[in-house]
């Protein structure tokens, strides 16, 4: 999809409609994170004694995207790239957190469903 090209929504497939949203894990037990949950992208942590599939939503004004690779990548409002695993934070629930094009600390929270 061409990101200048406008699109009516009811234009829109299922699969255009779902492109805000991507798999991932709520990772428990994870070495040196044993006492909070560990949040990933695509794949689970390796060393975590129970791992949740979930989907994140992306938050409004950001862009997700798969590269030829078919990994997901993360558009910024300010146009930088992000590998989704770069960016997910957070304590209690996801979020992306991380540096803005201006040198300062951000963190935007996530909506997520367990699948």
Do not use: Q
């Not at 004694?49 to 990548?73: A, D, F, M, Q």
């Amino acid at each position: 999809m061409n990101h200048n090209e406008k699109i009516s929504v009811d234009k829109l497939t299922k699969e255009d409609l779902r492109m805000n949203k991507f798999k991932g894990y709520i990772n428990y037990g994870c070495l040196v994170a044993e006492k909070r949950p560990v949040f990933t992208a695509g794949m689970p942590i390796n060393t975590a004694t129970i791992s949740e599939e979930v989907e994140y939503t992306v938050p409004k004004g950001w862009e997700l995207e798969k590269n030829e690779y078919g990994e997901y990548i993360v558009m910024s409002p300010w146009g930088w790239e992000y590998h989704p695993n770069d960016l997910l934070a957070g304590k209690e629930n996801p979020c992306f957190s991380g540096i803005n094009k201006d040198g300062r600390n951000f963190k935007v929270d996530l909506g997520w469903e367990k699948i």
